[in-house]
C-alpha cells in the first residue's frame, strides 16, 4: 500500500493537472473573447467608414445632368468706343448655356433687361482691354454676372446660368 504521503501527491498531481487544465482553458477564453471584440470592433469601423463612403457615391451616380441648353441672343450685339481718336466698333454673338428650362424661359422673357445690361458693359471698354485675351476673359466674366443677377432678380436661381459664351467676336 501507498504512504500517506504518496497519496498526497498523486492527489496535489491530479489537482494541480486540473488546475492547470481550468486555468488554460480559462486564459484561451478570454484570447478568444478579445480577439472576437477586436475582429468585431474593426469590421465595424470597416463598414461605418467605407459603407458611409459608398452610399454617397451611389447618389452622386444618381443624379442625372440634364443636357445643356443654349440661349443664343440675337441679333448680335455692336458697339462703339474711342481708341487713340479713332472710333472703334466691337460686334459679339452672345450664347448662355443652362439646363434648366425655368432659366431659359427667364433669360428670354427678360431679354430686353440682359441686353440692356450687356451693352452698358460693352460699351464701356476700351480698345487695348478688349485686344487682350484676359481682357476678354474679363468681360466674359462680367456679362455672365450681370446676367446671373437678372436671373436672381427675377426669382430664379443664378448659379443654374452656368456659363456665357462669346460665339463671335469682332474688332475693328
Not at 486540473?18 to 484570447?31: D, P, V, Y
Not at 430664379?156 to 463671335?168: C, I, M, N, Q, R
Amino acid at each position: 500500500m501507498a504512504t500517506e504521503a504518496e497519496e498526497l501527491e498523486g492527489v496535489e498531481g491530479e489537482e494541480g493537472a486540473e488546475g492547470a487544465a481550468k486555468g488554460g482553458s480559462k486564459k484561451g477564453l478570454i484570447i478568444a473573447i478579445v480577439a472576437l471584440l477586436v475582429l468585431g470592433g474593426g469590421g465595424f469601423a470597416g463598414w461605418k467608414m467605407f459603407g458611409g463612403k459608398h452610399d454617397a457615391a451611389d447618389k452622386k451616380e444618381e443624379v442625372v445632368k440634364l443636357p445643356p441648353r443654349y440661349i443664343n441672343l440675337d441679333p448680335p450685339f455692336v458697339v462703339n468706343f474711342e481708341a487713340e481718336a479713332m472710333v472703334r466698333f466691337l460686334q459679339v454673338t452672345v450664347g448662355v448655356m443652362t439646363r434648366d428650362l425655368e432659366i431659359e424661359k427667364i433669360i428670354k422673357d427678360n431679354d430686353p433687361r440682359v441686353r440692356n445690361d450687356l451693352l452698358m458693359i460693352l460699351g464701356n471698354q476700351s480698345y487695348a482691354t478688349v485686344a487682350a485675351s484676359e481682357g476678354k476673359e474679363t468681360l466674359r466674366k462680367n456679362c455672365l454676372e450681370a446676367i446671373r443677377a437678372v436671373v436672381k432678380d427675377m426669382g430664379g436661381d443664378p448659379k443654374k446660368v452656368e456659363a456665357l459664351y462669346f460665339t463671335s467676336f469682332v474688332m475693328q
